[in-house]
């Protein structure tokens, strides 16, 4: 049943950089400015929460408020990830905004991205079937939130088992962008049911991508 949903929103918003290169000091600066423009642009469409991941070759930081993405990069927190993680080693940085239609914001495991053992993901849509997957795989759930499943069931498999196998299981509307941290030049798009763009930027050896070709422009 397509017409479930339909009015969820929720804003992806990001950047994955190309893993053979290394950008000098400005570029890196202001590709980080251009997903942080992406990341307010993408608060159209969910206002409840924001957040985002910084994958790097050694590590990840993540940080996500019960707060627009507006009042995000605002914060001393946020200036001082930026300042002092973003660097040649940086593969992505994935970023999210969201409308909260299942649990509350106030919660942080319901924010995204959501971390689950080693795999960080953000997800855009609703997962209807949530509470049936949760009994099938047996998933001890963090959260409330119904993304937190998709993420629980990518962290207890292979990626060709999780395409295969477990998403034609998953009853809802899906785009999402994750990483695994014990893998971290590998970084996971799935365009599904649910709008999602992406752009290369020839001078940033760089993808942007966000869920609405207006983000990009």
Not at 102 to 113: A, K
Request: proline share 3%; net charge negative; hydrophobic share 35%.
């Amino acid at each position: 049943d397509n017409s479930r949903g339909v009015n969820i929103m929720c804003g992806l918003a990001g950047i994955i950089r190309n893993k053979n290169s290394k950008a000098d000091w400005l570029d890196i600066w202001d590709s980080t400015a251009v997903f942080e423009e992406i990341l307010i642009k993408a608060q159209s469409r969910g206002r409840h929460a924001s957040g985002y991941a910084i994958i790097n070759e050694d590590g990840f930081n993540l940080y996500k408020r019960p707060i627009s993405a507006s009042e995000l990069i605002l914060s001393e927190k946020h200036f001082s990830l930026m300042h002092d993680y973003i660097a040649h080693y940086t593969h992505a940085i994935i970023g999210h905004t969201r409308y909260a239609t299942q649990g509350t914001p106030q919660i942080s495991y319901n924010n995204h991205p959501i971390r689950i053992g080693s795999t960080i993901g953000t997800h855009n849509g609703s997962i209807w079937n949530d509470s049936e997957l949760a009994n099938d795989y047996n998933i001890d759930r963090n959260g409330e939130v119904d993304s937190e499943i998709l993420f629980q069931i990518i962290e207890n498999c292979n990626f060709d088992e999780f395409i295969l196998d477990k998403l034609p299981n998953v009853n809802g509307l899906i785009s999402s962008v994750w990483a695994d941290i014990d893998q971290p030049n590998i970084i996971y798009v799935l365009k599904g049911n649910k709008p999602l763009s992406m752009i290369y930027s020839k001078r940033f050896d760089s993808l942007f991508y966000a869920s609405l070709d207006s983000h990009l422009e």
